[in-house]
Every structure is written in structure tokens, then in C-alpha cells.
């Protein structure tokens, strides 16, 4: 039986053909799970999680498996397309899983408020849920989900935000390369503070610190240097230290690593590496460097994962909504110098790039078309989180 790629919209069909679904799910589930042995260990934690409620999870991934292949309608078997459909459908069942173990943490949390808290978790658990597509006259689609916009509890929107920081970081480093200044170097910076078991006073000493430490080593009403900061906490231990992508004179590591146990009294400066080399005599990084550098910072502020696998996956969702509600309204990107726009036009002449808009609402971003078609997707859902109401 050929399975079309359009999901069935009705009031539902015969017996048979519910049978037939019911097979082509769990087939499909098989796969992704097999798919899940060769990655790390929260992924397969997070399979293993859906494999004890398979009745909910095999109808959602049978259903977004033809869905995910949006752009291209069919995807042959055994080639590195098909490889890549396969991880972004594992990559969607693992965030849909998290999700509602985040929705579930946070239903049982006494420190959210009660009178949004049941909505907050419906919020993050159905992040991710199709709604429907758009498709062009040559078939292109485009997918139309619900998204929750939370990246300090969603796994799903914190790795779409720092893909997106990512690529913005790149262009402004590539910019400023363009005019090279002499002594300037791209490094990667971390730093760290003595842990004392307080998330958010160890966070907010790390973040005022990292000020002081900028604003003598490198600060400057005419200094061309910029830094940006990403503040994450170790699940080893909790530790509070930063990941800094920074554009600056050259400053030795004795020299950091004192100015910074100076001001913090009770820390050293945990690792400095340059990115890129000489080149003919001449300080260069190339384009590939430059976003992997950007990546390398970004990401440390969306590894939920190491939560999961340090705890497991109920007991990792816990501690992360706890750690949510302590770091509230404290900011964990910062950015200095030449990464503020108002900075840069000042020192460059030119406003700040930032990468073009995806202009996709209208058209299609494929071949330009403009969208004919909008399909809905009735995609199965678990039941609401609901608080319970005593009369």
C-alpha cells in the first residue's frame, strides 16, 4: 500500500483503512527508533520515554513523517536525503517528548503562579503541532506550526533562536574583518564563578563581573572592540560560567586570568582559544571559523540535554523549569562594544548588517511562486493540561 503524503482529512476513515494506519505509525516509529541508537544518550532517553507511551507518540510521528517532507515530495531510500529526513523527524518526535515532560514539570510547579500555569504548559507542550501548510502551483510547501516562543523551556524554539543569533553574530564578525585592525584577534572566551548553590545570585555576579572586566581591559570611548556573552549553567555541578565570542586587542592570559580573580576574589579564567591564524604574516580567520565560532557560543545556552541525561527525563524537565523560574528577567546574552548597533554605526560609518528577511509569507521560498493552497492538518494531540478546579 502506497501511503500519500497529504495527511487524511475527514471525520475519519473505515476500519480497515484505521487498521492500516495503525501499521503504517508503528512501522514508522520502528524506524525512528532505530534511528535513535546511533546518537547521544538524552535522544535515546527521550525514544525510550515515547516507546513507554506509544499509543500517543506513534500517531504524531506517522502523521509529521510525510508532512516533514514539505519541500521535496519523496525522499529515496538509503541516500543521504533520506538520512537527513530521517534525523529531522527524530530531532521533531525527541522536541515533541521534552516538551511534554516540560509541560508536565510545569503543571507540578508550586513557584509558577496558578493562575496561568496550566496555560504556560499547554503553551510549551503543544509547540510544534502542524496546523497546516501552504503549497505553490509546483508543489512546494510550506509548514504552519504553533510555536511557544519560550527558549528558556522549549528545546524546539531555543535551538530556532540560536541558529538565528548564530548566523547574525557571523555576519557582523565577517563585517569587521573586513577592516582588520592591527592587535585586534577573535578569540572564545570563558569564565566562571565560585558556585554556592544560588543559581540566580551566581548568575548575576558572573554578568556584572564580566561587565567590570570589559570595561577595563577593553572598554573605551574609542575602542573598535566587541564582545558578545551567553551565560548557561554546568549540570555537572550548576556552575554558573560564560561562553564569550569576542573581537579585541590582544590581552595575554595571566593577565585575564588576574584581572578576573581580582574582581570576582574566588575565580580563574577556565579557557582562551583564538579563532583562526596567521596568515602570511597577517592575523585571519575564514568564513567556516567564523560560524563555527558563532555556533560554538550559541549553543550552550539551548543543551537542555545534558539535564535529561544527568537526571533523567522527568527529573531533568523539574530541574530546568526550576532553573527557568530563577534565571526570570535575568539576561543570559549581553553584548559590548561594536556588537551594539548604535556602537557600531558610530566606529564603522555604516549601520550594523543583519541577514535578510526570509520574505515567505506570500511567496514561495523555492521558486517564488506565490502560494495557491493552504491545507490543514488535523494532527493528533494528547488531552489539555487542565488544573483542577475544587468547587
Known amino acids: 500500500m502506497i501511503k500519500s503524503s497529504i ?82 523527524v527524530l530531532q521533531d518526535l525527541a522536541d515533541s517528548v521534552y516538551g511534554n515532560a516540560i509541560a508536565k514539570a510545569i503543571s507540578q510547579s508550586d513557584s509558577i503562579p496558578e493562575q496561568y500555569r496550566y496555560d504556560l504548559a499547554n503553551r510549551v507542550k503543544n509547540c510544534g503541532t502542524w496546523l497546516g501548510f501552504k503549497e505553490c502551483p509546483d508543489g512546494h510547501r510550506q509548514a504552519h506550526k504553533s510555536m511557544c516562543n519560550l527558549p528558556k523551556y522549549c528545546r524546539r524554539c531555543a535551538r530556532i533562536r540560536a541558529h538565528k543569533q548564530a548566523k547574525e553574530i557571523a555576519l557582523v564578525v565577517e563585517k569587521m574583518l573586513e577592516r582588520p585592525r592591527v592587535g585586534y584577534r577573535l578569540r572564545m572566551l570563558t569564565v566562571t564563578v565560585k558556585n554556592t ?60 586570568s588576574a584581572k578576573w580573580h581580582q574582581i570576582t576574589g574566588d575565580s580563574m579564567v577556565v579557557d582562551i582559544r583564538n579563532v583562526g591564524g596567521n596568515v602570511n ?9 567564523i560560524a563555527t565560532a ?41 553584548t559590548y562594544g561594536c ?7 558610530d566606529r564603522f560609518g555604516f549601520k550594523m548588517p543583519k541577514p535578510p528577511k526570509e520574505e515567505t509569507v506570500n511567496r514561495c521560498g523555492c521558486c517564488g511562486k506565490l502560494w495557491h493552497k493552504y491545507v490543514e492538518v488535523m494532527e493528533p494531540r494528547g488531552p489539555p493540561i487542565l488544573g483542577i478546579v475544587s468547587v
Open 339 to 345: 556588537f551594539r548597533s548604535a556602537v557600531f554605526e
Open 197 to 256: 548553590g544560588n543559581f540566580k545570585r551566581d548568575v548575576t555576579k558572573l554578568n556584572r563581573c564580566f561587565a567590570k572586566l570589559w570595561r577595563s581591559l577593553y572598554g573605551g570611548k574609542t575602542s573598535h572592540a566587541a564582545a558578545i556573552r551567553f551565560t548557561e549553567l554546568g549540570a555537572e555541578n550548576g556552575t554558573a560560567h560564560a561562553h564569550i565570542l569576542m573581537y579585541a586587542p590582544f590581552v595575554h592570559h595571566s593577565l585575564i
Open 294 to 334: 558563532a555556533h560554538e557560543v550559541c549553543k550552550y545556552a539551548t543543551d537542555f540535554d545534558k539535564w535529561v541525561e544527568r537526571y533523567g527525563v522527568e527529573e531533568g524537565a523539574k530541574r530546568i523549569v526550576e532553573i527557568a523560574r530563577d534565571l526570570n528577567k535575568i539576561h543570559m546574552r549581553q
Open 7 to 88: 495527511p487524511r482529512i475527514a471525520d475519519g476513515p473505515p476500519r480497515a483503512e484505521q487498521d492500516s494506519d495503525t501499521i503504517y505509525q508503528h512501522k514508522v516509529f520502528r524506524r525512528v527508533h532505530r534511528e535513535a541508537i546511533h546518537q547521544r544518550t538524552a535522544m535515546r532517553m527521550y525514544m525510550a520515554q515515547a516507546q513507554r507511551d506509544i499509543g500517543h507518540y506513534a500517531p504524531i510521528v506517522g502523521t509529521r513523517w510525510p508532512l516533514l517532507e514539505y519541500v521535496q515530495k519523496t525522499l529515496p531510500r538509503g541516500t543521504e536525503s533520506h538520512q537527513r529526513h530521517s534525523a529531522k
Open 281 to 289: 604574516g597577517k592575523w585571519e580567520a575564514k568564513r567556516e571559523e
